[in-house]
């Protein structure tokens, strides 16, 4: 006894639905056309226009419609030849899944399944339906009312330029901030209603402004406070460049200037008083250095002025000076019997000092206090 045919549970074949080249070809083609015509058209126009001077805002306007509508035309013909060809791709997965080799209606239903959770595929479709609708909607509009959405559209592109700064002034992103602010300032030059909304964006923007410039100022202080005067200028010169619509920088300027000037006044008068103290008290070598100090870093002050015809004799004083205590420093070695030091200190004298009395009475001096440094005594 043979068993029974069972029965075949292949689905019934039907063929893949055929592609819709021809028809996105000329969608395609017809779209290209489209936006070709409404360009070479709204040229036309405006030429037209200019030669015979009768260019004005509602001739651009009608213009610019026309490139609109041509241009929103082509762009409704190429999403619909889109369109046609997602929803192709989407029969064909249809098709492939139900009629592959298999087990037939499970397959079928896994394959179904399967597509239905493709949500990304679902949402494109969605997505490029909502766009066609509201092409649809601008072109079958009048004239007054596509100009109505036109302003709308413009009034939302201010809206989210300003959106933008104020979140850039939350941020403290003050240079982001500024650039949309002075964008938006541009598009709504002519919008009377905007003018409060840049007030507030600007009064903002300065006030993010006037906190970056205190903390930077703070830093400031801190190199003032460390008497570096000549940084704390500097780094005031750069916020006043860097903040010049800030009332308080340019101030700020001013004030370190003169806290620096009134620092280099006192810093001159010191070292002027440390001048005379060390003439006052014959310390030539003291005086000198501090005059060094002064004309160096003061060297057009008056007070560097005053002390430039002193420097002469000051430094002939100091250099006697000098010379007396080599010549101390010798006599106390001496005492001592350190005849070797003593040696080396006088040849130390005589090749600074060549020229002076004592210099002179030491090159006589000179071989017997080497004979004592090497334990001779010359005279036995």
Known sequence: MTDAPRPDSTPPFSPPPAAPALIVTCLSALAVMVAVAGTLAGLLWLVAAREAGEVNATIAMKIAGLFLGAWSLAAALWALGALIAQLHRFAGQVWGRTHAPGPGAADAAEGIAAISRDSALRQDLRDILAELEALREDLLLPEDQRQARLAELR???????????QKALAGGQADQAAEKVRDLADRAADQDSWQPVLVKLRAGLDSLRQRHFEEQAAGVEEMMAAAAFDRALLAAEELAGRYPSLPAAAEFRSRVARESATFQAEQRRRL??????????KSWRQAL????????????????????????????????????????????????????????????????????????????????????????????
Do not use: C, W
Not at 272 to 281: D, G, S
């Open 155 to 165: 009034q939302e592109s201010l809206r989210a330029l300003a959106a933008e700064a």
């Open 272 to 281: 002027f008083e440390e001048i005379t103290r060390h003439v006052e008290a």
């Open 289 to 380: 250095a501090a005059a060094q100090r002064l004309m160096n870093a003061h060297p057009q002050s008056p007070e560097a002025l005053t002390v430039l015809p002193q420097i002469v004799t000051l430094e002939e004083n100091a250099r006697i000076e000098e010379v007396r205590g080599l010549r101390d420093e010798i006599r106390r070695l001496i005492d001592r019997r350190g005849y070797a030091a003593a040696a080396e200190v006088a040849e130390d004298l005589i090749r600074r000092f060549p020229d002076t009395r004592a210099a002179a009475e030491l090159r006589e001096q000179l071989p017997r206090l080497t004979e004592l440094a090497r334990g001779k005594d010359p005279r036995a």
